[in-house]
């Protein structure tokens, strides 16, 4: 296993770097969502999503309002496994949240937020959060039993706005600390282990944002500027300490041409300097588009225009067409032309993986066409279900690949290694959920993928997903008791020429209790199988562990 995995991160390195991932919607036509209802995390293996991105399922609606106001920037983090907790439904949602728990090999989880109301036009958001683990984890990369692994990272935000009459002003910012340690490769003679195990990431932002408040003007606008930071503490291979600093900027302008027609343009520009060996470089997107909606039929028409200026500077266009179809009242028919790019700068590479090098400088990864089309229904009360199929082409896409050097020294550690091609893939799969009241919920869904890249390359699709199987029941037994499962299996692309990945197989229980209404005290049993495999991180997951915690909203 371990010369396979040599090979596998050498080979990647041996690559033209020229790939793509999917669209990051080129960052214009977001929805501002206050969100105070928060689902209590435990961190895992900081499991991050690398599946082609498929609309989520939902019910059908009878209308559709596609989205033209701005996201703020939020602090950049992780989507850890989540904790088996309660998810309380009430009429109001409290302004506070604290969530605090504890498990094996120290998985801690803690997080408080706030939303206060200063007065009927001032807002204040507070936000803290720290996860991490610190213990034996198994190795299944080098001839190690156990790695002893940490992983700890703490975000703090604050954002701050105030509505004038008919405009609004918010300004904030927000740090991230991240601090972990390599997984070493053991028997090298002459190497001392510990002046290149631990790597220190420190994130920083911070913003300015001016728009309109919502209905008070003809037309509708955001525009919003502010500066981000990355900066490496430690030297890693082909990358020094140093940071990567970037003046982004974003907004909309959008107005109504009657009822039922809307007209508006989106821009984004990020502006990257650093002081790294990196080739500084701007790149701007813009989205002009058109919407038409009626009680049958929701139309978006419209395209990405995305220029990139210095470090291969070209210009990328992409379709931004969708249409919807609601028949025999509570069915829907959709298809979709999408497309767009991804800055793949240093933060968006820390999310593919916290252990990540690079040979090369990375690529814009560029989605010229991603189509979708799919079936949705509700044939009762409860009851749901969604029939989806689509076919992506992407250049310049990232894959993950683990692997260690060929000659370590001085950095005698695994790697997660990014490497960048060209791949198309078509997707489809279905997906089935059912609900009764608070007492009940299941759903399930099933995706299908088939890669295609070139005939030397086959070694990229090495952690990509063949087939994604997720199921969850969550069930009420008896007025504020509760109990919570989640499974989920993924097959590997097969490989010809090497040993293909182990499959993921993951099965996590939970179960906890409501205290008048607000108070949770929860606990969650996590990797039940005990299996050992790698993530799409490229390191390998924890074994079983068991966390308990509490939860509160106030």
């Avoid at 206050?34 to 991105?53: G, H, I, R, S, T």
């Avoid at 983090?77 to 904790?83: C, E, H, M, R």
């Avoid at 601090?179 to 490769?185: D, E, R, S």
């Avoid at 955001?222 to 890693?236: C, K, N, V």
Wanted: proline share 4%; aromatic share 14%.
């Amino acid at each position: 296993m371990k010369s396979m995995i040599a090979t596998i991160g050498l080979s990647c390195l041996c690559m033209a770097a020229n790939a793509q991932q999917h669209a990051a919607d080129s960052a214009l036509n977001r929805t501002v969502v206050v969100e105070n209802q928060y689902n209590p995390e435990v961190m895992d293996a900081f499991k991050v999503n690398v599946l082609p991105k498929v609309e989520e399922p939902a019910l059908p609606k009878q209308h559709i309002d596609y989205a033209t106001a701005l996201h703020p920037f939020s602090n950049w983090n992780f989507t850890p496994l989540q904790a088996m907790t309660s998810e309380e439904k009430q009429r109001e949602v409290p302004r506070g949240y604290l969530r605090a728990s504890y498990g094996s090999r120290n998985n801690v989880d803690a997080r408080f937020s706030y939303l206060w109301d200063i007065s009927r036009r001032d807002f204040l958001h507070v936000d803290a959060s720290l996860y991490g683990m610190n213990g034996d984890v198994p190795s299944v990369i080098t001839e190690a039993d156990d790695w002893k692994s940490r992983f700890y990272r703490t975000d703090a935000s604050l954002g701050y706005r105030h509505d004038f009459r008919k405009v609004s002003l918010a300004l904030g910012g927000s740090f991230a600390s991240q601090v972990f340690n390599y997984m070493p490769v053991w028997g090298i003679e002459d190497v001392d282990y510990s002046l290149s195990s631990h790597q220190r990431y420190t994130l920083g932002e911070g913003y300015l944002r001016v728009a309109s408040v919502e209905g008070k003007l003809p037309v509708e606008f955001s525009f919003q500027t502010g500066l981000r930071s990355f900066s490496r503490a430690y030297d890693s291979p082909w990358m020094g300490s140093g940071s990567e600093n970037i003046f982004h900027t974003e907004g909309f302008v959008s107005g109504n041409i009657d009822e039922r027609q809307r007209v508006g343009i989106g821009f984004a520009m990020d502006n990257l300097i650093h002081d790294v060996d990196q080739t500084d470089y701007t790149l701007l997107c813009i989205n002009p588009h058109y919407t038409f909606g009626s009680k049958y039929i929701q139309l978006r028409a419209g395209m990405h225009v995305d220029m990139q200026f210095g470090h291969d500077g070209r210009l990328m266009l992409s379709p931004d067409v969708k249409f919807d179809f609601l028949f025999a009242r509570s069915y829907r028919f959709y298809l979709q032309a999408t497309g767009g790019t991804r800055l793949n700068d240093f933060r968006s590479l820390n999310e593919q993986s916290p252990y990540w090098i690079q040979a090369e400088q990375m690529q814009t990864s560029y989605t010229p066409v991603d189509v979708q089309a799919g079936v949705q229904g509700a044939p009762m009360p409860g009851l749901g279900f969604r029939l989806f199929g689509g076919y992506r082409v992407v250049k310049d896409e990232i894959f993950r690949l683990p692997g260690m050097l060929e000659e370590p020294y001085p950095y005698p550690y695994v790697y997660t290694f990014l490497a960048q091609d060209k791949a198309k893939v078509g997707y489809g799969g279905a997906w089935l959920a059912y609900q009764y009241k608070d007492w009940l919920d299941i759903s399930a869904q099933g995706t299908y993928y088939g890669w295609d890249v070139k005939e030397d390359r086959e070694v990229l699709l090495y952690l990509k997903p063949k087939f994604a199987f997720d199921a969850s029941v969550r069930a009420k037994l008896y007025k504020d008791l509760w109990i919570k499962a989640h499974y989920r299996f993924e097959q590997r692309a097969d490989m010809k020429e090497m040993e293909t990945a182990d499959d993921v197989n993951s099965l996590s229980l939970g179960a906890g209790y409501v205290f008048f209404g607000r108070l949770n005290v929860f606990v969650s049993l996590n990797n039940l199988l005990n299996r050992t495999y790698l993530a799409e991180t490229g390191y390998p997951v924890q074994g079983f562990y068991a966390t308990a915690g509490l939860s509160v909203r106030f």
